[in-house]
């Protein structure tokens, strides 16, 4: 297939340079290619086409593919178009099956469905992530990492004067947090030998593979799929070591529980991640139809690692990142932490007042999303509040990117890091809503594990940043990768420093 691919970008070339002159950047809807040209030739600067395009229309563009394909897409950023769709007619905007198939390696997991069984998730995860229990069980687990993995790591960098990609570290940290969360099992895969780690470099391989199912008409991938060559074929790699990895965690776990039993009302917390849970579930029989069997277990697990993993450690990643190039913002940063103690003792108490801390987060989640795009498939034709027809056959794709970056949105400064944009005038932190800083999904969607990430990214940036100095490597290229994820394509290398107390 990568022949038709170098065709289809060759053809792209000549006729994206005619539409350029012919309509200054919007794209021309050709015969047979329709808009497809505009698109391939800009993938490489997918976001920043996204950001010229849609200032220019008034943040919506309706996007048409190649005839006899069902690339019928409508882009907006517009806020009350996020509201519409995610919350006031939310009935008729599910994930659709389109989504549910291009993301088939998530399988019947909580991202990836709609309906009943999304409920039955959704309901599960409320019960999970909102009991006191889970609370004291993440704040201990995630300092646990920091204080036995974290620290002596960081300080082992230093001393050895090691260049390490944070990106990856925070995935590393995240990985095990995560794994540990969600199944009280322990990759380590931080450690200061920095092991390989499959399944961790599996999940970022489907990730970027769904990204090129997006962007390409579903017929070319699925003949790749079905010849098994190039992405498709990494693709299915990555399926295989995703499948062993969660497979050997379910027997392990359920070997586990036969040995012990679940203790959910004991002090015993071992019994109580999520996986336990589903267990009991479906050994009690308890569940719906649909949502039994290892194979459902092994989905759930799968989207809450994708879930809790990637976006936490992805915003850290671009907050340091934004550091380096403000700071004055860690100079603030700094202030307020010696003004607030933070320790595993008093975290609960004391961790709402990092207010600044916490205004920095939001604006790399606003400039940073980890999750760049969301889309929606309407059941029956809808007008949008903005006015635009949608029906059956169209997605509705939101970027998330874009949307921090409009100054329709956020203002004439919105592509500066100033994270006082978060704070009210009486130093609270400013409230804004999630159909305009859209980081966090919106509506009855709207993400489970946003507490958890705030935890854990308080208690990992107040570290780092209150112990180590840090300086970019010379030369080193910080850009967005092309992926479902808004990963770094090169990582972010860095060295590291211990800060001297006087
Ligand atoms: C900075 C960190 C995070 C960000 C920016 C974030 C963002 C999001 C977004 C945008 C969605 C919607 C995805 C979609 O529908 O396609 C989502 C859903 C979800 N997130 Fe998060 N997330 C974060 C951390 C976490 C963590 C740590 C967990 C814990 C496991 C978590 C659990 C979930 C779950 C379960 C859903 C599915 C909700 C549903 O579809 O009903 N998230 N998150």
């Excluded at 409230?431 to 999904?441: A, D």
């Excluded at 990992?460 to 850009?479: F, G, K, P, S």
Aim: with cysteine; glycine share 4%.
């Amino acid at each position: 297939m990568w022949y038709l691919e170098i065709f289809l970008v060759f053809l792209s070339l000549i006729m994206f340079c005619r539409s350029i002159r012919e309509k200054n950047g919007i794209p021309t809807n050709w015969p047979i290619v329709g808009m497809l040209p505009a698109l391939l030739i800009n993938i490489h600067r997918i976001h920043a086409f996204v950001i010229e395009l849609l200032d220019k229309c008034h943040l919506t563009f309706h996007f048409k593919g190649p005839w006899f394909t069902n690339m019928d897409m409508l882009a907006t950023l517009d806020p009350i178009n996020v509201h519409h769709v995610m919350s006031k007619n939310f009935g008729n905007y599910p994930k659709g099956e389109k989504f549910h198939e291009m993301l088939d390696v998530l399988g019947d997991g909580v991202v990836n469905t709609d309906g009943l069984v999304w409920q039955y998730h959704r309901k599960m995860a409320h019960a999970f992530l909102g009991h006191q229990k889970f609370y004291h069980f993440m704040v201990k687990k995630t300092w646990d990492k920091v204080e036995n993995g974290l620290i002596p790591l960081l300080n082992h960098i230093c001393d050895h004067e090691i260049i390490v990609d944070l990106q990856d570290l925070f995935t590393r940290l995240t990985f095990d947090t995560i794994c540990c969360i969600i199944m009280n099992q322990d990759p380590k895969a931080l450690s200061i030998d920095f092991p390989s780690n499959p399944a961790s470099k599996a999940l970022d391989e489907a990730e970027a593979v769904i990204f090129h199912r997006y962007v390409v008409p579903t017929f070319v991938w699925k003949f790749q799929r079905w010849l098994n060559v190039g992405k498709e074929k990494k693709y299915k790699e990555a399926w295989e070591i995703l499948d062993s990895f969660i497979y050997k965690c379910i027997e392990a776990k359920r070997e586990e529980l036969s040995k012990e039993g679940i203790c959910q009302d004991g002090d015993e917390i071992s019994n109580n991640d999520l996986l336990s849970l589903y267990i009991e579930e479906d050994e009690n029989q308890k569940t719906p139809i649909g949502t039994r069997g290892d194979k459902f277990l092994r989905d759930t697990i799968l989207n809450n690692l994708l879930a809790g993993r990637d976006t936490t450690s992805t915003t850290l990643s671009w907050l340091f990142y934004l550091l380096s190039k403000n700071p004055n913002v860690v100079s603030k940063i700094r202030k307020e932490l010696d003004s607030v103690m933070l320790t595993r003792e008093n975290f609960k108490e004391e961790n709402s007042k990092l207010v600044y801390l916490h205004a920095s987060l939001c604006e790399t989640l606003r400039l940073y999303p980890p999750v760049a795009f969301e889309a929606k498939a309407p059941i029956e034709h809808d007008v949008l509040p903005s006015g635009h027809h949608v029906n059956p056959n169209m997605q509705i794709i939101f970027d998330t990117y874009a949307m921090g970056r409009m100054k329709s949105i956020w203002g004439e400064d919105c592509c500066e890091f100033r994270p006082e944009r978060w704070i009210s005038e009486q130093g609270k932190l400013q409230h804004e809503p999630s159909y305009k800083f859209f980081s966090f999904n919106a509506g009855p969607r709207t993400c489970l594990g946003k507490n958890m990430a705030f935890t854990q990214m308080k208690v990992v940036a107040a570290t780092v940043i209150r112990n180590y100095d840090m300086q970019v490597v010379e030369d080193h290229l910080v850009v967005p990768d092309l992926s479902i994820i808004l990963h770094m394509k090169y990582g972010f290398k860095v060295k590291m420093m211990r800060v001297h107390c006087d």
